[in-house]
């Protein structure tokens, strides 16, 4: 038996990623696209205090003990960060969800990066207060099965 719950919180990872051969030109770029989610998340109705920035991590590939040799294919700065949306209203992160078109038509692109990183998580905090119900229901149906298998 499953019980459809809505979730009372929503937290999106957005992350972003540039490269360049050129540190501050990576920087700069990374720092316009930070912007640009900060000004879509508010458009769309998340509050400053719902939106989190993680630091800012540049990786220099040629100093890396066992990088790629310099080549044509590859650029030399690799500059990432993460803004993190957490909200108590899981529909205005739904909706946003839908619009994120529009960072990628204004030269924006959303970094997956890891493993389900780009999708938003959400969240059942109320879960303990709901338990004992669930508990019951369940009890209530397996004696309901158990009496039918048994007859």
Not at 34 to 41: I, N, S, W
Not at 68 to 86: M, Q
Request: net charge negative.
């Amino acid at each position: 038996m499953e019980r459809e719950v809505k979730a009372d919180q929503a937290v999106w990872t957005l992350g972003l990623r540039r490269a360049s051969d050129d540190l501050a030109d990576a920087h700069a770029k990374i720092n316009a696209d930070r912007d640009a989610v900060l000004t879509f998340l508010r458009k769309h109705g998340f509050k400053d205090e719902e939106i989190e920035r993680q630091p800012t991590l540049t990786v220099d590939e040629l100093a890396r003990e066992y990088g790629p040799t310099k080549d044509a294919d590859h650029l030399r700065y690799v500059v990432t960060t993460t803004l993190v949306a957490n909200t108590d209203n899981p529909e205005l992160e739904r909706a946003t969800l839908g619009q994120t078109d529009e960072l990628l038509g204004s030269g924006v692109v959303l970094d997956g990066g890891g493993a389900g990183r780009a999708n938003p998580r959400y969240i059942l905090s109320r879960f303990n207060e709901l338990r004992p119900g669930l508990r019951a229901e369940a009890t209530k149906n397996a004696r309901a099965i158990a009496g039918a298998i048994c007859v």
